[in-house]
């Protein structure tokens, strides 16, 4: 029984994909926007600063949504069906979400932001398989080049606004240029021996790479995965042992793991506060700072310096 209802759902999804197809460029003809549809709001981020004022941007994932473990909807798949072109992060963050994109490719450009990233940069899971972390935006370089890829893409569908996306794009990713160097020069004013950025999860990895910063996270890469006892004794030996300071929460991660380990440590006689609450899989609500890619790194860079250093 259980079978034959997954089968069904599965069918009712893609029946949906296949009975909107006809108006997936109607949007375009009405507006004289491109309409796109984006998973993370740090793509949205992208497509909204390049795009301007010739794209009409919705994005599925809202602050706080955690995507390793999102399952879209049937309005999602109908605000996929009905764009003119999709971006996505890819690298299996939205791994509940694969099947999709396979199908809206057949229809429409649908991109994912990390593909001209060289194989050789991405740093692999955690747990020895061929996978690839998908946290790419924790390095912002890569993240200039994400916006070089929705760009580029932007330009082939619309090459008569090409002007306007070469303008925009360069306009942000100086000011990417320059959160590059002002993370790095924060991130540097932290004493070597405190250097230690500890999280719920493993989401941090390119940013510790990129900016020489030690990470260390209670779960995997992916949410999805289970941690145990042992890793939360070993994490909390750890702090205890190294006389770590402070971790962080994260906002789109439950508190309840991360509190454990500060307890724990608690009861071995160091105390380890929390430093703040980061933003690693999604961003903060629309209409702050922390609502936009720039603001919400900005945000993190902050809350991990003045905990540490």
């Known amino acids: 029984m259980f079978k034959s209802k997954m089968v069904l759902a599965v069918f009712m999804v893609f029946a949906i994909i296949v009975a909107g197809c006809s108006n997936q460029s109607s949007s375009k003809k009405e507006t004289g926007k491109i309409k796109v549809t984006t998973t993370i709001g ?44 999709i971006f996505y992060n890819g690298l299996h963050l939205e791994g509940k979400m694969v099947d999709i994109f396979e199908q809206m490719s057949k229809k429409k450009v649908t991109v994912a932001v990390s593909k001209d990233i060289p194989e050789s940069e991405f740093r692999s899971w955690d747990d020895g398989t061929e996978g690839h972390d998908p946290h790419i935006w924790f390095n912002v370089k890569h993240w200039i080049s994400a916006t070089n890829t929705v760009r580029d893409e932007l330009i082939k569908f619309d090459s008569k606004h090409k002007e ?96 454990a380990v500060v307890e724990g440590a608690k009861k071995k006689g160091h105390e380890v506060k929390i430093g703040g609450e980061l933003f690693s899989d999604a961003m903060g609500e629309e209409g702050t700072p922390e609502g936009k890619y720039i603001g919400m790194v900005k945000h993190n860079v902050d809350t991990i310096v003045n905990a540490l250093k």
């Open 164 to 259: 306007d996306y070469e303008k925009n794009a360069e306009q942000y990713i100086k000011k990417l240029e320059e959160l590059d160097k002002y993370t790095e020069e924060q991130i540097s004013s932290i004493p070597k021996e405190t250097r230690v950025l500890v999280t719920a999860h493993d989401a941090f990895g390119y940013f510790g790479d990129a900016y020489n910063i030690k990470v260390m996270g209670l779960q995997g890469i992916s949410t999805a995965s289970e941690y145990g006892s042992k890793d939360v004794s070993e994490l909390r030996d750890y702090l205890v042992n190294n006389k770590i300071k402070a971790v962080f929460v994260e906002s789109s991660v439950p508190k309840k793991a991360i509190n």
């Open 42 to 85: 740090m793509i949205k981020d992208i497509v909204d600063e390049v795009g301007g004022n010739h794209v009409e941007t919705i994005g599925l994932m809202k602050s706080g949504v955690d995507p390793h473990l999102y399952k879209a909807s049937q309005g999602d798949i109908r605000k996929l069906d009905q764009a003119d072109m």
